[in-house]
């Protein structure tokens, strides 16, 4: 069965203090990883795709990074503004034309100053 | 318009009522699909919509939900006799082509009383 696990479920942080959000996936084909910002209220802000192993984007203090069984979202030094719930999702390669993705639960970041 | 549009962003409805929620796309997006999150779960797929192909419809829960998409733009998310367990935000998202980063909705949080 396809799925996506993050972790962890909720990180705190101090302001500056780097670290990384997993996401491990078993899905059978993989056609592409999605990271996305969902604030409360809110739908959620796209922000990467990674389409294969070794792959790295990157967006201000956010670094997406791809393996074949996990992504990791690093986070440097970040600001109060990054806090927000971090979402994971993945779309398998059905070879056809399936739409949908597969999301994790999230993990939510929260950043004091 | 500049992003998805959803409404109402709030319903509260009682137990066998019917609902309706709107989803209105970025203009030439040809991909359109709902979402539903559900407190402490990850986004569920629904349904998906490309261009004038038949929809996926793999993911509603039941015959209760239905959906349509006139004229390759705006869609209807229909409930009928909402249950308890309904209660949930509804996303809608678009996106370019199919697979490319969606951009959502601020959702319709359902609430079923």
């Known amino acids: 069965e396809d799925q996506v696990t993050q972790s962890p479920e909720a990180l705190r942080l101090q302001e500056g203090e780097s670290s990384s959000l997993n996401c491990s996936y078993t899905?059978?084909?993989?056609?592409?990883l999605f990271w996305y910002r969902q604030d409360p209220g809110k739908g959620p802000e796209f922000l990467f795709t990674?389409?294969?192993a070794g792959e790295e984007k990157e967006k201000e203090r956010l670094k997406a990074t791809l393996t074949k069984k996990e992504s990791f979202l690093h986070i440097t030094a970040p600001k109060p503004e990054d806090s927000a719930t971090y979402l994971c999702?993945?779309?398998?390669?059905?070879?056809?034309?399936?739409?949908?993705?597969?999301f994790g639960k999230g993990t939510k970041l929260s950043v004091k100053p | 318009g500049a992003g998805v549009s959803q409404s109402p962003s709030n319903k509260v409805t009682e137990k066998g009522k019917d609902v309706e929620l709107r989803c209105d796309p970025i203009?030439?997006?040809?991909?359109l699909y709902w979402y539903r999150q559900s407190l402490g779960q990850g986004l569920e797929f629904l349904i998906y919509?490309?261009?004038?192909?038949?929809?996926?419809k793999s993911g509603l829960p039941s015959d209760r939900f239905s959906a349509e998409r006139t004229g390759g733009s705006v869609s209807t998310l229909t409930i009928q006799r909402t249950q308890q367990e309904d209660s949930a935000v509804y996303l809608c998202?678009?996106?370019?082509?199919?697979?490319?980063?969606?951009?959502f909705g601020s959702g319709t949080r359902l609430t079923v009383v």
């Open positions: 998202a678009s996106s370019f082509q199919e697979g490319f980063g969606y951009t």
């Open positions: 899905v059978s084909g993989l056609r592409g």
């Open positions: 990674l389409y294969s």
């Open positions: 999702a993945v779309k398998p390669d059905y070879g056809g034309s399936q739409g949908n993705l597969i």
């Open positions: 203009s030439g997006h040809t991909a």
């Open positions: 919509f490309q261009g004038n192909s038949a929809p996926d």
